[in-house]
């Protein structure tokens, strides 16, 4: 964690320069101003009352924003998170935005003036321009700066494994279902990458259909799927979410599923497990993600680096037949 003393010898200036740049007080000249700032900048410096506060003022809570809580993934994911905070003497203080960026900014204002100790965050808001190297946060599913770690599977592998189980049920033209983002990086785009990879390193013949996030009828988005797309006999969808909308949808156009159309998702979701018949789909060791989560945040408070944790995938169900 950068200090004032690191900006002030990377500045080249005196210790109470520096001081008076970073509290505005006291007569700097512009040009020595400019080098201070410059240093900050690079340094991804934190006011020294937010920097000890966050070595010495742990609040021993840690913010969690996700999208919603609704969401069976995330409300999975959060209660191995609240589990793991609990174990290793923290409190979990949740937030579901709603995909409001003024919620998220509202707990990394949280952060910043150390009513919280550090937070775990689900996001696809363009918040790049709030945080700093320094603070400590970490990420799910999100590239957000070279020095922010985040937690994930290995989601092009999971790509990769769905194609080659739909090969080899027999499907010979397949399709990916899912979304995508102009201004947003996610680990998510992997799933399409590495299906898509394997596709063309086996010759399938292939089709992506996919529209940008979030989707505005999903139910509309998927019907005409159906509509357009009558040969395909193997799809993989992007979450069970949408994989288990597709099934409905297929059963109320009479598609028999899996004679006519083999389906699966990604997730692996705990809460459809019980479903019969039962969902393929790639599991993500959501339990592994959620500890992992709290190890990495937990050694940011402390100011230990840290790197980007990413999980293997495992296939939920074997069997041969899919839903």
């Known amino acids: 964690m950068a200090t004032i003393k690191d900006v002030a010898k990377l500045a080249g200036v005196g210790l109470g320069t520096a001081s008076r740049v970073i509290n505005n007080s006291g007569y700097v000249s512009e040009v020595t101003k400019k080098k201070v700032l410059k240093a900050i900048e ?114 092009y592998n999971g790509g990769q494994l769905a194609f080659q189980v739909l090969k080899d049920t027999g499907c010979t033209n397949v399709a990916y279902i899912g979304t995508f983002s102009k201004t947003i990086i996610t680990e998510v785009e992997k799933r399409r990458k590495g299906f898509e990879d394997a596709a063309k390193q086996n010759g399938t013949q292939y089709t992506l259909y996919i529209e940008e996030d979030p989707i505005k009828d999903e139910i509309a988005f998927l019907t005409n799927f159906f509509k357009n797309y009558k040969d395909i006999n193997g799809v993989f969808v992007e979450n069970d979410v949408m994989a288990l909308k597709l099934v409905q949808l297929a059963l109320e156009l009479n598609i028999n599923i899996p004679e006519q159309l083999s389906i699966i998702g990604y997730d692996g979701i705990e809460t459809y497990s019980a479903l019969r018949p039962r969902l393929s789909t790639i599991r993500q060791p959501i339990e592994r993600m959620g500890r992992s989560l709290v190890e990495l945040v937990i050694k940011r408070i402390n100011g230990i680096p840290v790197e980007p944790a990413i999980h293997p995938v495992a296939f939920l169900q074997g069997d041969t037949t899919l839903l």
């Open 42 to 155: 690079q340094l991804g410096y934190v006011p020294n009352e937010t920097a000890r506060a966050f070595v010495t003022q742990d609040s021993k809570i840690v913010a969690l924003f996700l999208p919603s809580i609704h969401h069976p993934f995330f409300s999975e994911l959060a209660f191995y998170i609240e589990d793991e905070l609990n174990k290793n003497g923290y409190n979990m203080l949740l937030c579901n935005s709603s995909g409001q960026i003024e919620k998220e900014l509202n707990y990394i204002n949280m952060l910043k003036q150390n009513k919280v100790s550090g937070i775990i965050g689900i996001t696809y808001n363009s918040i790049e321009n709030e945080i700093n190297n320094s603070m400590p946060i970490v990420l799910v599913d999100r590239h957000m700066g070279e020095n922010i770690p985040y937690v994930s599977s290995d989601n």
